[in-house]
């Protein structure tokens, strides 16, 4: 079974800064563009980043433009996503998932189970 673990949230005052990750078993990350999505409860889920299967393009939400980055180390089967500069607004929970259309969805096949970024003011 396909398993997507994402690693890294937590509560974080504004102005701070986390890495989540994404580490994958059964699948190979390598073959798979890789996006991050987050939702706030009672909203839809909205696009973050991606990134292509080698690495070589990025794309990103105008909000988080220039704040975070989104990366992958296709040796260890991770995708990362630091998050610099965090807001209140940045509050969600962000889930990784394999699979996306580039640039900026629809979403793959493939989803973690998410993990929880608070941003306090």
């Known amino acids: 079974q396909v398993q997507l673990v994402e690693s890294g949230g937590g509560l974080v005052q504004a102005g701070g800064s986390l890495r989540l990750s994404c580490a994958a078993s059964?699948?190979?990350?390598?073959?798979?563009?890789m996006g991050w999505f987050r939702q706030v409860p009672g909203k839809a889920r909205e696009f973050v980043a991606a990134i292509s299967w080698s690495g070589g393009s990025t794309y990103y939400v105008d909000s988080v433009k220039g704040r975070f980055t989104i990366s992958r180390d296709n040796a260890k089967n991770i995708v990362y996503l630091q998050m610099n500069s965090l807001k209140p607004e940045d509050t969600a929970v962000y889930s990784c998932?394999?699979?996306?259309?580039?640039?900026?969805?629809?979403?793959?096949?493939?989803w973690g189970q998410g993990t929880r970024v608070t941003v306090s003011s």
């Open positions: 998932n394999a699979g996306v259309r580039l640039p900026r969805g629809p979403p793959g096949t493939y």
């Open positions: 059964v699948i190979t990350l390598s073959t798979y563009n």
